[in-house]
């Protein structure tokens, strides 16, 4: 299905081509003229490309011929970029360059002359092999469309946590698994049961998890459970696993220990300990526990947990959802599961006029609603389809455009019960093909993985995905849009948006159709893979446990390697079979790798766009070679708890945007980071033996700095002479926060918008300065805050404002009417405000609730 994205791929390779700086490069290594001739056959393909993608599910030959251009155009890629590689080293021969390094490069493959006649030669096998395949664009009828007119139609930025008033034709569901809450504990022979376990089942995209959480925050519930656990299962049902997400889940068990359960380390725990703080945590407490999307039938994994938990007061109750009536009765205790059914098609209606169409706008169509009415027919009572179509519809008013919907062919193929929804793939076709290719990329990671925004953009920026715009706009900017262009179709839920980077999560469903749209690029290697294809582009290493080394590494084409899931990193052996083999890649995520160093070929690799290393707790140095990748965006070397020094010459990464620290050096190399010109974000974490930075260092390109764990850091001069286009500042445990409140010069405050505050004791005064521009406020983990200041209202910009993990706030101030830019107001894992705030029945409710949204919960799940 790679060939529904290849538009794009023509759109990405045409606009390089026809960029200024692109034909400068071109000029300047001798290949111009037959760029130009590339050029010409690239747009005779491309116009006929749209069309194509359309035309392709019915026609096997066409689908055959798209794939030889795919492959094709991969290649164009590869040598395009080349030319990309060559005028950035150009570049540092001639900033950065000595004598020898200029006479080894006359010597070398990289010398003008052979560098010219090699790149050529490509260019005219290249244009060769596309002429001989646009050959036959006639014969498949294909129609001239050189504009992709699939727009995405952006709603208002939603918050997709459950409010009550806003979930359709739930009403009754609702009430009867709070019957069943309420109720005694029984067994089968009506005797008392210490804890009941009640199923919600039902196939996907029914509501389940919704339900669940309808249920979880009524004030009812939380007033008769004093604690309270969601947990999303792993397909594994790892019982290790499920115990560390059962203790960091309750949002008041952080209060009741003697260390925060958030600032444990409990993945270093044996699993002996690991079932004494549970046993311990639930000992007779009257809980309640969400087992979300359970999927293994392992009885005897269930017992275990089941014998873990067993522990809790008379009354404890265990809700678990599910698809498998098997897994249902399995689990069960009550005399029936709850079956969850399809909504009915009224329910359906209302659901999907609300995605479809602005708050009274669907009274002006009567026409769309009637067809509206056939289209929901099809989604057989799933609110996910109903709703996933409904926004694909939003703002489009012409019929033929509803109608065309409507009589997709895909609706009259025949459907098993587990296959992908129609809807959803109808969605998917309607994305315009950019976004097709960037949200393919999102199935590289494992269900129910929680997403940051940040290493999403990463990713497709490495891929080469985010096309600059204009020079104002980061890629992180225009990864951020395209995630509000996903999130406004519906692709993605749960998000938590926090102001500079986003967190979220995609159903179950909508992973399973990035899986098959993507399933000619992307790979999951999991124990079960035997062979990977040869022309896969992506490879995610998504098992714990997994022999790496026992896959054959064939797939020189490779652009991603990357390990999404802890505790699953790549070793030395890894290393040497595989990365050294794939000259063409681009992203390289080792995080919790076992290596103790880097080859020094890793300079081979001069198109790597991003590596990290974080949590590599044994590494000690890096090979000088690795400044060398003059391609280099991001470099994360952050949990390297044992590097020693950072390798020299950083100042070569003239690509770098993206840098993340930890290291023993008691310095530094401040002069080189100065130098790296591209340079937008930079976090320096646990660096223990740093007592000063940036003093004496301007960083002029510096949009977000992140200072954590640096426990001997006395002075670093937070101002506009240091850093004149800072505008996120994250704070996450300082140890010593008086440099926070030095401002020696009022004519040089920092003109932040977004600041995040973790792990300390109480708000800086500093925070005062930044009145008139800070727009975005976290405030997490502070665990011995009990009042917030009341100077906090003065901040007259303030839209955005996170409270989390503060178990001893108790209230919010009675003026926060005050803060009249407020528009996000977001209270979670706090207990005692949740109590209080708690949407339409929290007693301080009215105090909050002309706020335009409000995020509360007391789980982050």
Same mark, same amino acid.
């Given at each position: 299905?790679?060939e529904?994205?290849i538009f794009?791929?023509?759109?990405s390779?045409?606009a390089k081509?026809?960029s200024?700086?692109?034909q400068?490069?071109?000029?300047?290594?001798?290949?111009?003229?037959?760029l130009q001739?590339?050029k010409?056959?690239?747009?005779?393909?491309k116009a006929?490309?749209?069309?194509?993608e359309q035309?392709?599910?019915?026609n096997?030959?066409?689908?055959?011929w798209? /794939?030889q251009i795919?492959?094709?155009?991969?290649?164009?890629?590869?040598?395009?970029?080349?030319v990309?590689?060559e005028?950035?080293?150009?570049?540092?021969?001639r900033d950065?360059?000595?004598?020898?390094?200029?006479?080894?490069?006359?010597?070398?493959?990289?010398n003008?002359l052979?560098?010219?006649?090699?790149l050529?030669?490509?260019i005219?096998e290249?244009?060769k092999?596309?002429?001989?395949?646009?050959?036959?664009r006639?014969?498949?009828?294909?129609?001239?469309?050189?504009?992709?007119r699939?727009?995405?139609?952006?709603?208002?930025? @939603?918050?997709?946590h459950?409010?009550?008033?806003?979930?359709v034709?739930?009403?009754? %569901?609702?009430?009867?698994i709070?019957?069943?809450?309420?109720e005694p504990s029984?067994d089968d022979?009506?005797?008392?049961k210490?804890i009941?376990?009640?199923?919600?089942?039902?196939?996907?995209g029914?509501?389940?998890t919704?339900?669940?959480r309808?249920?979880?925050?009524?004030?009812?519930v939380?007033?008769?459970?004093?604690l309270?656990m969601?947990?999303?299962?792993?397909?594994d049902?790892?019982?290790?696993s499920?115990?560390i997400?059962? #203790?960091?889940?309750?949002?008041?068990?952080?209060s009741?220990t003697d260390?925060p359960?958030?600032?444990?380390?409990?993945?270093?725990?044996?699993?002996?300990q690991?079932q004494h703080?549970l046993?311990?945590?639930?000992?007779? +407490?009257?809980?309640?526990?969400?087992l979300?999307?359970?999927?293994n039938?392992?009885?005897?994994?269930w017992v275990?947990?089941q014998?873990?938990?067993s522990?809790g007061a008379?009354?404890?109750?265990?809700?678990?959802?599910?698809r498998?009536?098997?897994i249902?009765s399995?689990?069960?205790?009550v005399?029936?599961?709850?079956?969850?059914?399809?909504?009915?098609?009224e329910?359906?209606?209302?659901?999907?006029?609300?995605?479809?169409f602005?708050e009274?706008e669907?009274?002006?169509?009567?026409?769309l609603?009637?067809?509206g009415?056939?289209?929901v027919e /099809?989604?057989?009572?799933?609110p996910l389809?109903?709703? @996933?179509l409904?926004?694909?519809?939003?703002? /489009?008013?012409?019929?033929?455009?509803?109608?065309?919907?409507?009589?997709?062919e895909i609706?009259?193929?025949?459907?098993?019960?587990?296959?992908?929804?129609?809807?959803?793939k109808l969605?998917?076709d309607?994305?315009p093909?950019h976004?097709?290719q960037c949200?393919?990329l999102?199935?590289l990671y494992?269900k129910?993985?929680a997403f #940051?925004?940040l290493?999403?953009?990463?990713l497709?920026g490495a891929?080469?995905?985010?096309?600059?715009q204009?020079?104002?706009?980061?890629?992180?900017?225009?990864?951020?849009?395209y995630?509000?262009?996903?999130?406004?179709?519906?692709?993605?839920?749960?998000?938590f948006?926090c102001?500079?980077?986003?967190?979220?999560?995609?159903?179950?469903?909508v992973? %399973?159709?990035a899986?098959?749209?993507a399933?000619?690029?992307c790979q999951?290697?999991?124990?079960?893979t035997?062979?990977?294809?040869?022309?896969?582009?992506?490879?995610s290493?998504?098992?714990?446990?997994?022999?790496?080394?026992?896959?054959k590494?064939?797939l020189q084409?490779?652009?991603?390697?990357l390990?999404p899931?802890?505790e699953?990193?790549?070793?030395e052996?890894?290393l040497?079979?595989w990365?050294?083999?794939c000259?063409?890649?681009?992203?390289l995520d080792?995080?919790?790798?076992t290596?103790? @160093?880097?080859?020094?070929s890793?300079?081979k690799?001069?198109h790597?766009r991003?590596?990290?290393?974080?949590?590599?707790?044994r590494i000690?140095?890096?090979?000088?070679?690795?400044?060398k990748?003059?391609?280099?965006?991001? $470099?994360?070397? %952050?949990?390297?708890?044992?590097?020693?020094?950072?390798?020299?010459?950083?100042?070569?990464?003239?690509?770098l945007q993206r840098?993340?620290?930890?290291?023993k050096?008691?310095?530094l190399p401040?002069?080189?980071?100065?130098k790296?010109?591209?340079?937008e974000?930079l976090?320096? +974490?646990?660096?223990?033996?740093?007592?000063?930075?940036?003093v004496?260092?301007? $960083?002029?390109?510096l949009?977000?700095?992140q200072?954590s764990?640096?426990?001997?850091?006395?002075?670093l001069?937070?101002?506009?002479?240091?850093?004149?286009q800072?505008?996120t500042?994250?704070?996450p445990?300082?140890?010593?926060?008086?440099?926070?409140?030095?401002?020696?010069?009022?004519?040089?405050?920092?003109r932040?918008?977004?600041?995040y505050?973790?792990?300390m004791?109480?708000?800086p005064?500093?925070l005062? +300065?930044?009145?008139?521009?800070?727009?975005?406020?976290v405030?997490?983990?502070?665990y011995?805050?009990?009042?917030?200041p009341?100077?906090?209202?003065?901040?007259?910009?303030l839209?955005s $404002?996170?409270?989390?993990?503060?178990?001893?706030l108790?209230s919010?101030?009675s %003026? #926060?009417?005050?803060? @009249?830019?407020? +528009?996000?107001?977001?209270? #979670?894992?706090?207990?005692e405000?949740?109590?209080?705030y708690?949407?339409?029945v929290?007693?301080?409710?009215p105090?909050i609730?002309?706020?335009?949204?409000t995020?509360?919960?007391d789980?982050?799940?």
């Amino acid at each position: 299905m790679a060939e529904s994205f290849i538009f794009s791929i023509a759109e990405s390779l045409a606009a390089k081509l026809a960029s200024r700086a692109y034909q400068e490069a071109s000029r300047l290594v001798g290949v111009y003229d037959d760029l130009q001739e590339l050029k010409s056959s690239l747009s005779y393909v491309k116009a006929v490309l749209l069309d194509a993608e359309q035309k392709q599910e019915h026609n096997h030959e066409l689908r055959e011929w798209l /794939k030889q251009i795919k492959l094709i155009f991969y290649d164009a890629e590869n040598f395009l970029d080349e030319v990309d590689c060559e005028t950035l080293s150009k570049q540092v021969v001639r900033d950065y360059g000595t004598p020898k390094d200029k006479v080894g490069r006359f010597f070398s493959s990289s010398n003008p002359l052979v560098f010219r006649y090699k790149l050529g030669h490509q260019i005219k096998e290249i244009k060769k092999r596309l002429d001989r395949v646009a050959a036959d664009r006639n014969k498949f009828g294909l129609q001239v469309i050189d504009v992709d007119r699939r727009a995405v139609h952006r709603r208002e930025m @939603t918050y997709s946590h459950v409010v009550e008033s806003k979930v359709v034709g739930r009403e009754h %569901d609702k009430e009867m698994i709070m019957k069943l809450l309420m109720e005694p504990s029984l067994d089968d022979n009506g005797g008392s049961k210490h804890i009941s376990v009640i199923p919600i089942v039902g196939i996907g995209g029914l509501g389940k998890t919704t339900l669940a959480r309808l249920v979880y925050s009524n004030k009812r519930v939380t007033e008769s459970f004093p604690l309270k656990m969601w947990v999303s299962v792993p397909d594994d049902f790892n019982v290790r696993s499920l115990i560390i997400k059962i #203790i960091n889940s309750p949002s008041d068990f952080a209060s009741s220990t003697d260390a925060p359960a958030g600032q444990q380390n409990l993945r270093d725990l044996e699993i002996e300990q690991l079932q004494h703080r549970l046993r311990n945590m639930l000992e007779d +407490q009257k809980f309640l526990l969400v087992l979300d999307d359970v999927w293994n039938e392992d009885r005897v994994k269930w017992v275990e947990l089941q014998d873990l938990i067993s522990v809790g007061a008379q009354g404890s109750k265990v809700i678990v959802t599910t698809r498998s009536q098997s897994i249902a009765s399995m689990m069960g205790t009550v005399a029936c599961s709850h079956n969850l059914e399809s909504l009915s098609p009224e329910d359906s209606l209302r659901l999907f006029v609300r995605w479809a169409f602005k708050e009274g706008e669907e009274e002006k169509y009567p026409e769309l609603i009637r067809i509206g009415r056939e289209i929901v027919e /099809k989604c057989k009572g799933v609110p996910l389809a109903v709703r @996933t179509l409904g926004s694909s519809l939003f703002s /489009k008013h012409e019929t033929q455009e509803w109608e065309a919907l409507r009589d997709k062919e895909i609706w009259d193929l025949p459907q098993k019960e587990d296959d992908i929804l129609p809807a959803l793939k109808l969605s998917y076709d309607e994305m315009p093909s950019h976004l097709r290719q960037c949200f393919a990329l999102l199935s590289l990671y494992p269900k129910n993985h929680a997403f #940051i925004s940040l290493d999403v953009a990463s990713l497709w920026g490495a891929a080469g995905l985010l096309s600059l715009q204009s020079q104002d706009k980061s890629m992180v900017d225009i990864a951020h849009q395209y995630l509000r262009d996903l999130m406004a179709r519906s692709f993605l839920h749960d998000v938590f948006d926090c102001g500079s980077f986003y967190f979220f999560l995609i159903h179950d469903l909508v992973h %399973d159709l990035a899986v098959y749209v993507a399933k000619d690029v992307c790979q999951l290697v999991s124990s079960n893979t035997q062979d990977i294809s040869e022309n896969v582009l992506h490879l995610s290493f998504v098992e714990n446990g997994l022999r790496c080394n026992s896959i054959k590494p064939s797939l020189q084409g490779a652009r991603s390697i990357l390990f999404p899931v802890n505790e699953v990193g790549a070793s030395e052996a890894f290393l040497n079979a595989w990365v050294s083999n794939c000259k063409y890649l681009r992203y390289l995520d080792l995080s919790d790798s076992t290596c103790e @160093t880097l080859p020094q070929s890793i300079s081979k690799l001069k198109h790597l766009r991003s590596i990290s290393l974080c949590n590599n707790t044994r590494i000690k140095r890096l090979p000088s070679s690795i400044c060398k990748l003059q391609n280099l965006q991001v $470099l994360r070397l %952050d949990g390297c708890s044992n590097l020693e020094t950072l390798p020299k010459k950083l100042r070569k990464l003239i690509s770098l945007q993206r840098l993340e620290i930890t290291t023993k050096q008691s310095i530094l190399p401040e002069s080189d980071i100065a130098k790296l010109n591209r340079l937008e974000y930079l976090c320096v +974490q646990d660096c223990d033996n740093l007592e000063s930075l940036f003093v004496e260092t301007r $960083l002029p390109t510096l949009r977000t700095l992140q200072v954590s764990g640096c426990a001997n850091l006395k002075s670093l001069p937070l101002d506009t002479h240091h850093f004149p286009q800072l505008e996120t500042l994250v704070i996450p445990g300082i140890a010593n926060e008086d440099w926070l409140d030095r401002s020696e010069d009022t004519n040089a405050v920092l003109r932040l918008k977004s600041i995040y505050f973790y792990g300390m004791v109480t708000l800086p005064h500093s925070l005062q +300065q930044y009145a008139s521009t800070l727009q975005t406020l976290v405030i997490a983990c502070f665990y011995e805050l009990e009042v917030l200041p009341e100077w906090l209202w003065n901040l007259s910009s303030l839209k955005s $404002l996170y409270i989390s993990e503060c178990p001893k706030l108790k209230s919010l101030p009675s %003026d #926060i009417h005050r803060l @009249t830019s407020l +528009q996000v107001l977001g209270i #979670i894992k706090c207990r005692e405000l949740y109590r209080k705030y708690e949407p339409q029945v929290g007693e301080c409710w009215p105090m909050i609730s002309h706020i335009k949204h409000t995020y509360i919960r007391d789980t982050w799940e």
